[in-house]
Every structure is written in C-alpha cells, then in structure tokens.
C-alpha cells in the first residue's frame, strides 16, 4: 500500500478497500474449492470438508461485517470481538484432520441455536427486570426480588424450556432430521403391539435406516439353543458374521450389564468379518427381556460417514423397551399356544377308549 500511495500517488483509502476487496475474492475463490470438494468427495470425506466450509464461512461473513462497521467507527470490543471469530478457521480445520470420530454440522448448529435462544430470553428477561423496576420505577430491592425468582424459576423450568426450544428450532430449521425424530418415537410407541418377529426387525432395522440415512443396521436374536444368529440386516453382506461365537462372551456380558446403547468407539467389537467404512458398527443396542439378553442390533454411522449424535442415540435408545415388550409378548404367545396344544392332545387321550 506504501508503494502504491507514493509511487502512483493513489489515495491510501482506495488502496485500503482495493486490498480489502482482494482478500474477499480470495476466500470466495478458496470456498468455491472447497465447495466443489464437497459435491466430489464422499463418505467421512465429505463431513470433514463441510466443518472446514464452515469454519470460512463464519470467518467471512465477521471479516466483511467489520469491514462495513469499520468506517462507523464502532466500539473496540465489537471490532475486536468480530475479528477473533476468524479463530474459527484453524479450529474448524484441526477438528476435521484430528478427530477420528466427526460430528454431524447440524447437530453443533442446532445446539448452538438451542442455547443461544436460551441465553437471550434468560438475559432478556434480567434486562427488562433492570428497566422496569431500577431504571423506570426506582424499585432496586423490588427488581432484586425480582431476579432471584427469574433466576429460581428458570433453574426449575429450564429442562422443560430446553425441549420446547430445541424442538421447536428442529422443526423450524432441520426438519428432516425432526421427522425422523417423530418418526422413530412412533415407532417404539407402536412396538409392542407388534404380532410377529420379522415386524419387530423391521422397526429395530429398516425404520433407522431409513429415516436416519444410516449406512448399515443389523439385528442378532437369541435362539434355542442360546446362539446369536443374524436374523435381519441391512447394508451387511452375505460374508459377512452372521452369528456371534464364544469369541464375543466378554461383549454379551458388556451389553447385558450396561442396560442400554453401548459405544463401539468406546468398546471396540470387532474389525473383521464386519462390514466397514460408514457401514462399520458404531452402536450396539441390547434387547433385554426379563433380565435375558434377547437380541442386539448394531447401527452404523450415517451414510456420510458423520457419527451418530446424542439426540439420535437417544431416540435409537428408545426403541429397546418396545422391542423387550414385544418379544416377551410374542415368547408368551409362544408358550401359550404349546399349553394349548397339549391340552387338546391331552382331552384326545383322554376320551379315546381303552
């Protein structure tokens, strides 16, 4: 810009807004890249380049704000508050090489929106507290009252709140991932009223592959002879295991005692055999009926490769009580019709003559 100004004799402002425009061509030019990188890439790939598309996005949109507010000569705290954010970058990048397990984008978004609403009503309601009853009425201790029962009721019902804000902001702004949320509840609402096996697979394995674009789910039930055998499955191969062996004891006894969806990031399973890439089992969720553990089904990653997030964990989680019901109902119809089958032969026998 020295040379410019000096040499040429071009006024520093102009210089400044022709740098300015410059640098906003040459990371529109490195989003454009990186967004052709996206539509091409595929799997965990793909994921990965999303959070770095992120990470500049929100760096470009600060820069061009402060760019604009700068000549408003704004207060120092907004300007250096704007230009800190562009750390977003190296974090958004490290994360994406670093970290094995890659979050889904939207579910930070999501949860970023959730508490950012949380935050502005909670701050809100002390600012309108302070206006009203310090600023206007001159009621300080009044508007003290005041805040500690703000405070009080918002520590009662922030739970609640949470939930109505954070449907509400998936209904509004990622809605498929809400109807795959309502429609997995349905589904466990609906299990166990289920009357044959193969309904209940469907449920525990084409429902969440479908509605959460997961690349793989399988279920293994407990026969007669106690053995686990792949009873359904999808994006699982012929070659692949299709019952669990003694190799697999230590495992069983893992999900009989956690009770509940279990992390195979946490609890590696097994490597072969399995099928891999986003297919890879990612989460086992155990059936238990009667303190027995009657069936496991594993569920892979999304199609994308992005791992399963808590609120999807959950829903999937939600599943095993209807499943556990369901098939205690089918093993007591089982038994029940055995009973009656015995008591016709047994009148048959009966009235036979001798």
């Not at 700068?70 to 994406?96: C, D, G, Q, R």
């Not at 600012?127 to 009080?152: P, Q, S």
């Not at 674009?213 to 299709?242: H, M, N, V």
């Amino acid at each position: 810009m020295l040379l410019a100004t000096s040499w040429f004799g071009w006024p520093a402002e102009h210089v400044s807004h022709l740098l300015l425009f410059f640098q906003y061509f040459l990371v529109l030019v490195a989003l454009y890249a990186l967004v052709e990188t996206y539509v091409l890439s595929r799997g965990s790939d793909r994921q990965r380049i999303w959070w770095v598309i992120l990470g500049f996005g929100v760096a470009l949109v600060a820069r061009m704000v402060n760019g604009i507010i700068f000549e408003l000569n704004p207060p120092y705290w907004l300007y250096a508050s704007l230009y800190l954010i562009s750390i977003v970058v190296p974090l958004t990048v490290a994360y994406a090489v670093i970290r094995h397990r890659v979050i889904d984008v939207s579910f930070v978004v999501n949860r970023a929106l959730v508490f950012g609403v949380l935050t502005t009503l909670l701050v809100g309601a002390f600012a309108l507290i302070d206006w009203l009853f310090i600023d206007k009425l001159k009621l300080a201790k009044l508007g003290t009252i005041a805040e500690m029962g703000v405070a009080v009721a918002g520590g009662f019902w922030f739970n609640g709140l949470h939930r109505r804000v954070d449907s509400l902001i998936d209904a509004t702004f990622f809605r498929q991932r809400h109807r795959a949320e309502v429609q997995l509840a349905r589904n466990a609402a609906a299990l166990p009223f289920a009357t044959t096996k193969s309904a209940v697979a469907q449920a525990l394995v084409a429902e969440p592959v479908r509605t959460l674009s997961l690349a793989s789910a399988a279920i293994f039930r407990r026969g007669t002879d106690g053995k686990y055998l792949r009873e359904d499955s999808q994006g699982w191969t012929a070659s692949d295991i299709s019952a669990l062996d003694d190799g697999d004891s230590h495992f069983l006894m893992l999900l009989q005692a956690e009770n509940g969806p279990l992390s195979l990031y946490d609890h590696p399973w097994r490597t072969e055999a399995v099928p891999s890439g986003p297919a890879h089992p990612m989460l086992a969720l155990p059936i238990i009926v009667r303190r027995e553990l009657t069936a496991i089904v594993f569920y892979g990653a999304h199609i994308h490769g992005e791992a399963l997030d808590p609120d999807e964990i959950r829903v999937i989680a939600s599943l095993a009580p209807g499943a556990a019901a369901a098939y205690d109902h089918l093993e007591a119809q089982v038994w029940k019709n055995e009973v009656e089958s015995l008591r016709a032969q047994l009148a048959e026998a009966q009235i036979q003559p001798a």
